[in-house]
């Protein structure tokens, strides 16, 4: 049995996750905001130091995967392009920085990371490069700065850049020495609209309901948490050993919809 890491397991497919892991038999290390084992902000430099480090010590120095499941929707609102370049950016890589020695602790070959990803990274058109790189380049005043003149639509454009920079950032790592040279298996899962709080949330608001009823999901509905949990403990177990750096669509088809001709 192994000890993983969970943030976002206060709620939907990180709180399906965690459940599923404990059901096996593992030690889960659940961080949220609000009801877990370690509470922290992660959309603070100061909360993602703690979490980071509460969760190293609970494990004892060695973690056997991690998923990273926290983020913030793109629902409007104040300072909501910031949170989410926070903590659905930022509150993946610092942690990942600072979880490493502990995944390469577990022996070769043996931990797996999950980072949430989503299709948005491949069907939200106009996402500006510019707000990617400056993620990528941690650098969160200049991606903002990118997003100025979308208004109030920037917190879509925001989430479609934290999601598209998180997904880079793990296919560059996960090929490099630092992580498959060290034999941890990095990955990333790509959603469709699944039901969960955050796509309640977005349905909440009459324009984005529309959007998101009319977008086009080829087997028709939204997913459910636990199908994805399902994906993300076989992308944790052994028989995901092969799997390094991949991005994997699980998303009813919306993402092959708007991408057929490309491989
Ligand atoms: P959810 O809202 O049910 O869960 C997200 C969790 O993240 C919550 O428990 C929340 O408290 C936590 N969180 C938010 N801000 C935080 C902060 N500042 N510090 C610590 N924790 C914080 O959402 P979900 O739908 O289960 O989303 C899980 C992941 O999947 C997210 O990264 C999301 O972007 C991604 N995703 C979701 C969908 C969808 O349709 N639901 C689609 C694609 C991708």
Redesign the pocket.
């Known amino acids: 049995m192994g000890t993983y890491a969970v943030?976002?397991a206060?709620?939907?497919?990180?709180a399906a996750v965690a459940a599923r892991l404990a059901d096996d038999g593992h030690t889960v290390i659940g961080v949220?905001?609000?009801a877990a084992d370690v509470t922290?902000?992660?959309?603070t430099p100061g909360?993602r130091t703690t979490a980071a480090r509460e969760v190293l010590d609970r494990a004892g120095g060695v973690l056997d995967g991690a998923v990273l499941?926290?983020?913030?929707?793109p629902a409007p609102g104040r300072d909501r392009s910031r949170l989410i370049a926070e903590?659905?950016y930022l509150g993946v890589v610092e942690l990942l920085d600072a979880w490493r020695p502990a995944l390469a602790a577990a022996g070769s070959g043996r931990a797996k990371v999950v980072v949430?990803s989503?299709?948005s990274t491949t069907t939200v058109p106009m996402v500006p490069r510019r707000a990617v790189r400056a993620l990528l380049d941690r650098d969160v005043p200049r991606a903002l700065r990118t997003l100025d003149r979308f208004g109030r639509m920037a917190p879509t454009f925001a989430y479609g850049a934290s999601k598209i920079a998180v997904s880079q950032w793990v296919r560059r790592e996960a090929v490099t020495r630092a992580w498959a040279g060290a034999g941890i298996r990095l990955n990333a899962i790509a959603?469709?609209?699944?039901r969960?709080?955050?796509?309640e949330q977005q349905l909440a608001t009459p324009e984005e309901a529309e959007r998101i009823r009319s977008f086009p999901v080829p087997i028709g509905g939204f997913g459910d948490?636990g199908q994805l949990a399902a994906w993300v403990v076989f992308m944790l177990s052994d028989a995901a050993d092969f799997l390094c750096g991949s991005v994997v669509f699980v998303d009813g088809g919306s993402d092959a919809w708007f991408r057929a001709d490309d491989w």
């Open positions: 943030t976002g206060a709620s939907g497919m990180g949220d905001i609000k922290a902000d992660l959309s909360g499941a926290a983020g913030l929707g903590v659905n949430f989503s299709n959603p469709g609209a699944i969960t709080p955050l796509l948490p």
